[in-house]
C-alpha cells in the first residue's frame, strides 16, 4: 500500500495500522479496508473521521485484543492529531455473509477505547453496501468479493430504520443537541438519509447535501453551517437542528419505505 491519501499523515496512519497488524496477526487478516469520507471523496481534515474495517478468519482472542488495543494507543501516539478520531471493526469472515445486522457483536476502536464486543445496527448494511462500491483495499482482495450482493431498496430501508432507532431518539436530549459536534454531525448524516430514502442513492455527505439543498432549498442556511463546522468551532442551532429532524421523519413517512 503506498500513498492510500492524498494525505502523508494519514497513510503513516494506515501503514502502521496494517504492519502492525499483520505482525500480530499474520495469516488470520483476510482483508483490511479503508472507508468513510476518505473513500467516499468528502474527507475535511479539520472535521472528518479515518475509517477502517478489518476482516478476520475468526473471532480475535482476549490476548489478540489486547494486542490490538495497544497497537492502537501507539498509532494515536505517534500521530496525535488524530488521537480519538480513528475508528475501525473488526469482523470475523464468517459473519461477512450476514445481508442483516448479525446479533453477534464484533470488537470495534472508537474514540480511544476497543469495545471487544460492539453491536452492528443498521449501518451495517449501508456501510457494506458503501464499502463495496468504493472502500479502498489496504489488504486482502476486494471488499465485495466478501459479502453476498446487497440490493438498493435493503440500504433504503435500512437507512429509514437508522433515522428512527438511531437519530429520532436524539431530539429529546437536550445535552446531546447542546453539542457542536453532535449538530453538525446530525444535520449531515440527516442530509444522507433523505438523499438515500427519497432521491433512491446512497452517496457521501457532501454529494447528499448539495442534493437537499437543492431539493429543500429553506434547510440551506443550516446545512451550509454544519458543512463549515470543524474541531473547535460553535454552532448553537439545536432548535433548528430538531426541526430538520421532524423534517426529515416526515418525508421518510411520505416513502412508504417501512
Given at each position: 500500500m503506498n500513498d492510500a491519501t492524498p494525505y502523508p499523515v494519514i497513510n503513516t496512519v494506515l501503514s502502521e495500522w496494517k504492519q502492525g497488524l499483520k505482525s500480530l496477526l499474520g495469516k488470520k487478516i483476510v482483508g483490511l479496508y479503508l472507508c468513510g469520507s476518505l473513500a467516499y471523496g468528502d474527507f475535511r481534515p479539520d472535521r472528518s473521521d479515518i475509517d477502517l474495517q478489518a476482516v478476520v478468519r475468526n473471532r480475535l482472542t482476549e490476548a489478540e485484543l489486547k494486542s490490538i488495543e495497544h497497537l492502537h494507543k501507539e498509532v494515536e501516539r505517534n500521530c496525535p492529531e488524530w488521537a480519538g478520531r480513528i475508528e475501525c471493526s473488526y469482523v470475523p469472515l464468517e459473519l461477512m455473509r450476514e445481508l442483516t445486522p448479525p446479533a453477534r457483536p464484533r470488537p470495534w476502536w472508537g474514540f480511544g477505547t476497543l469495545y471487544a464486543e460492539a453491536p452492528a445496527g443498521n449501518e451495517w448494511i449501508i456501510n457494506h453496501y458503501l464499502l463495496s462500491k468504493h472502500g479502498i483495499t489496504l489488504e486482502?482482495?476486494?471488499?465485495?468479493?466478501?459479502?453476498?450482493?446487497?440490493?438498493?431498496q435493503s440500504v433504503r430501508q435500512a437507512s429509514a430504520r437508522d433515522l428512527f432507532q438511531e437519530w429520532v431518539p436524539k431530539a429529546n436530549d437536550s445535552a446531546w443537541l447542546s453539542?457542536?459536534?453532535?449538530?453538525?454531525?446530525?444535520?449531515?448524516?440527516?442530509?444522507?438519509i433523505l438523499h438515500t430514502v427519497i432521491h433512491g442513492q446512497p452517496s457521501s455527505k457532501e454529494v447528499s447535501g448539495h442534493w437537499v439543498k437543492a431539493t429543500y432549498p429553506q434547510w440551506t442556511d443550516l446545512i451550509e453551517e454544519a458543512e463549515r463546522w470543524a474541531y473547535g468551532d460553535e454552532m448553537n442551532r439545536q432548535t433548528d437542528a430538531a426541526a430538520f429532524l421532524r423534517f426529515a421523519v416526515e418525508r421518510v413517512n411520505e416513502s412508504k419505505l417501512l
Open positions: 486482502g482482495p476486494d471488499f465485495k468479493e466478501l459479502i453476498p450482493p446487497i440490493d438498493l453539542n457542536s459536534h453532535y449538530q453538525s454531525y446530525l444535520v449531515l448524516n440527516l442530509c444522507r
